[in-house]
């Protein structure tokens, strides 16, 4: 449920009807959604009833939402969120471009990839140093070195820092370096760690699990929204199906649909939703095409050396010319839609 | 096994190579690879050996080709295949859109649609006569007559046919009437309709199965090869997985990585990919970028009084932009692959 | 839509229904469900209301059928169909195991393998004559050769024999020999098969599709009912997965869920449904007594030579021991029902 | 890799060599496979040669496990591995059937559960109080409250108490508590979960995530054997497929795997596994059948009233049958296994 308010009311108008929903035990979500202001009620509405709320006088309507994700979707805001970090934009039409290695190797290799992104025109640098291996043995991550190593990498060349979290203890730790929270496709209904996520005050990159349904995705980006968080990236990574010539089945329907369902930004990781590095090219570029809102690669100086993931890696010439076509289709896209 | 050709081969050089192979109870299937020639060995190679072969002076090279799918590979034949049907070419640089009803209802709703496509610059008709469905009880389409109609239909506004063949008893029929086989996907491991279909000489369109992986998809159209027919379009049209939000899910992957591993031509069809009107759009574009040769969809009068499938069915006004922004994506599509 | 009768209908009355029935354009079923005669009535029943049926005094009660696939629910029938085919019965406690090798290579291995399914308490004998092979160029089945050995082996050890038909033009030809028609998974819904299977007088067995659903699967038996023939033995044998550690995933769900919707018989095919031929046994007895009223399995002399699927039959002796711990789980399950 | 100890061993050499593997950084773990002494290495084996383990002359054998789960599986012990927690053993042929509700909604509820569940023979309490709920507006549990009822209600009826982990800083809180940590499906791969109940010493029941291949499976009880803990019982609970008349498709072919692969007890949870309440005896009794050594169900004195799951949860009557019939399987499971 939710109330839209009218364009004349006060700022003190608006904070007396948000303790009023905050003293009957529900959350009060205030967005802009375009010129509209508009608060959403968070949690179950038993003891709030519509009257109670036409009391107030700036309400202009109040509207159920029949969408089990509320305030994730078009139903609630109708505009796209568009999510500001250090001035730049998701969401937009800016070049949305996250690269970097699997792992976190060594200071110099980050160095080295994060010199790479920015002359490449990208603005994000992502990389491991917390890392969800499915084997005990495999080689885990840096830790906080490895977070170090890429704070000093993003300082140097002006790059925003996206990283993964993997345990709520964690969580503080993280914060401390990292521009953006990345949530990996296996924790992506570790209710827990949306729950704290949720409680911060930094956009999460969310990616949709191996055999997460759309619904599902949205259910899980609506827990950090309930919790106070309203920078959400969506990251479509591809779902486990019976196809076992390529790592994952890229969803580009979800993609589509997302932007129809859902105000949130959606970028696309070719990377683990192919593994292939052949096919990075081509499914970036057409699930922008698509709809997404930018690209997550994962590059290496050398993919048959990497600690992980080699296979789906691009070299730094590969890089390069996706770099080039992926400017260039945006700019198709905006042309599209204007037709 | 195949041959590669000395350039000076003569036409009766490579007729007794040609007649030496079947002797010795194997295909022989020639094919120009850009400018080499060669010839596929078809069948197994138990009594033809290199040394037999090596005998002949205008063999150049003998090859293995290291797959399950052998002649429809990019290892026999590196150049994409084109299949030109009365002056049109599916695989080059030109239009490729198949529109039409799901099912022919009547004779004036196919001249209508036939005039649509037409003035939207589409050059081929589909539409179903012999349906396939799921239920004995619904419309089974309207058999030969259906044909007639459609037929009559392409001849008026210089369209090509393309309608689907479920029986093997069916194919002299049907072959009477259209221009291009279509075979659907509950029939895509229909080995003995594979079979028939490679003894004719009109191109097939084979839809993948529902739940086919890459390989069986290629092993499928091999068949057809095998049996002497090498016009084949391929057809991604959504695999099923988990996923309940889309009818189906287009699998992009498949369609950059079939164009990797096959010489030819491959169709998007995001009417059935998608199951949803409002996906068809961005779901087709991302497709087409990403390697698709062409697009299939499913248009509609009034899609919400369609006999079956309306609601994937696009209506004239936005097949009209659709058709606009399609044109656009392939012009944006050869920029894009000299960059 | 369905009518019950009173019991004391004459066979002129219902008689006189029926061909009322039929004038009217729809098929008539006419089945004994325990004491209650009923007549299903088959296609669109626009011109046939109600009120028309009332109109015969033998008409007790009109039922809707709420499901999709009509004649093979348990609304239609609550009683368990029971196929009885020379003597032998389907669908009642009689051991039903259907054993034999994958492709039929030649007369003294399936007469020394019939001799050992006729040792063990087998009765029925599976082999194929005519094989669906992914492949174009793998071993196809020896055809109407292999048919005729089948018989052979089959009237020799009084079997029964079960192969399949894959193409409409071999109906006849495969009718002359086979006791039972099985359609193979790949063909669940070619619905020209199974139309012309439903003008047939013998059992067909039905093996479901790769990716059928439990609802397409009894739709795709409805066709064959619809068609004339009410003797069908649906087969489960695994479905397609993510999972790569078995060749498919037994559907045990399925299993007991059929039982429940349906009065057809249904048997479990775990050679195809593991691909492992440890996993045979259990999976079998497990299938047992979740609901299934028989087993199919793979075996051959010397699987490690079979000319197909060696990986997953049988040897003799462990068929031997398969056989003995079937016969207890088929009791086992008559003491634990009445429980 | 691990090391075969000669029976003369003394408790003093496998101190030093315990050591001795400690001191080269890897892990030791000591088991005792039916009357053979083993020691496992974990960790990657870099600087740990064979010839320097050969020095102890109390090793006999040194074998490499050829598969990525190596601790968990039979290559490294051959004899089941029996969990006993307050004298009842989970992997032997005692009746193991964990019963209760999905949530624990209050005391008097838990406490008449309880009842029913050990006067019907069962041991084990199951019940969710820290509850992973797809939307964060439905009810999260009762939290600690809950566990304070549950282990009131296992002392005293003198049952077994199992209930759900999700956070790693939750452990030590629900460790006071209960007897087994459950982690869910969706937790399966919460690397960071797994490490720390990998340092507590008490059962850990690790049900398969939705779609997660069996090697996963036993990659995720790796990583707790890995970190110390080598008390797992591993619970099928049905994966994520196409089929939507279950709720999940459960996996019969992997409890018979999972048997194969590892020496670890396994459970079939059928209520989440179908999700239908009409399937449960069924599906439990084959897997039972199949090789599972005991099973899980939802119970509800009033399903259709409870907060959660009332579809898939079988009232007390229901419960009381199954229970009669999962004992008689279990008889029947030693007869036969002796055949």
């Known amino acids: ?18 303790e009023f929903i905050h003293n009957s035990g529900h959350g009060a979500l205030e967005i802009l959604d375009g010129s509209v202001k508009k608060i959403g009620i968070m949690g179950k509405n038993g003891n709030l009833s519509k009257e109670m709320l036409k009391e107030f006088s700036i309400v202009k309507e109040i509207i159920k939402i029949g969408k089990p994700f509320k305030f994730v979707s078009r139903e609630f805001k109708k505009e796209d969120t568009i999510i500001e970090i250090k001035g730049r934009k998701i969401g937009a039409t800016d070049l949305v471009l996250m690269a970097g290695p699997c792992s976190i190797e060594n200071r110099d290799m980050i160095m080295e990839i994060a010199k790479v992104v920015k002359e490449n025109g990208g603005e994000y640098l992502r990389g491991g140093a917390f890392k969800p291996r499915t084997s005990p043995y495999d080689f885990q991550g840096l830790g906080e070195e490895g977070l170090k190593f890429m704070r000093e990498a993003c300082d140097t060349y002006d790059l925003l820092m996206v990283t993964e979290v993997m345990d709520t203890r964690d969580i503080e730790l993280i914060g401390k370096y990292t521009d953006i929270f990345q949530v990996g496709a296996r924790n992506m209904q570790n209710f827990s760690l949306l729950k704290e996520l949720g409680k911060t005050n930094k956009p999460v990159l969310l990616k949709r699990g191996l055999s997460a349904t759309i619904r599902e995705f949205l259910m899980a980006a609506e827990y950090i929204v309930a919790f106070g968080n309203q920078q959400i990236i969506l990251c479509e990574r591809g779902i486990r199906t019976f196809e076992i010539a390529t790592r994952n089945t890229v969803d580009i329907n979800a993609i589509a649909l997302l932007k129809e369902k859902s105000h949130l930004p959606i970028i696309i990781d070719a990377s683990h939703g192919t593994g292939k590095k052949s096919l990075v090219e081509p499914v970036t570029l057409g699930c922008i095409l698509a709809g997404a809102d930018g690209a997550m690669v994962e590059i290496h100086e050398n993919p048959s050396c990497a600690l992980s993931d080699g296979e789906q890696s691009l070299n ?6 996706l770099c080039k076509k992926l400017k260039k289709t945006l700019e198709f896209k905006e042309i599209i839609r204007c037709l």
């Open 1 to 18: 449920m939710y109330v839209v308010l009218k364009e004349s009311s006060t700022c003190e108008e608006i904070l007396a009807l948000k």
């Open 316 to 321: 730094f010439a590969e890089f390069e010319i």
